[in-house]
């Protein structure tokens, strides 16, 4: 049996996956970074919105480190 994707998910939900806090969650709602709905008074964020937002993200970079010389 295949998992269930979500569609939607709290503002709580949305920070664990992403690793941002809930500020950060609503700076990017603000700013069209992420989707997001009502449903009453909860805000949900587009689960989708999450992945291509991650997506998007650039690639991270990292010098090797310097061999010693006593190596």
Do not use: H, W
Not at 2 to 28: D, F, H, T, W
Not at 37 to 49: A, D, I, Q
Not at 52 to 65: D, G, I, S, W
């Amino acid at each position: 049996m295949s998992e269930i994707q979500p569609i939607l998910v709290r503002i709580n939900q949305a920070s664990m996956i992403i690793g941002k806090c809930r500020r950060v969650i609503y700076q990017l709602i603000a700013t069209d970074q992420l989707k997001a709905v009502k449903s009453g008074r909860s805000t949900l964020v587009v689960y989708e919105s999450l992945k291509q937002y991650a997506a998007n993200l650039p690639a991270a970079k990292f010098t090797p480190p310097r061999k010693s010389k006593e190596s």
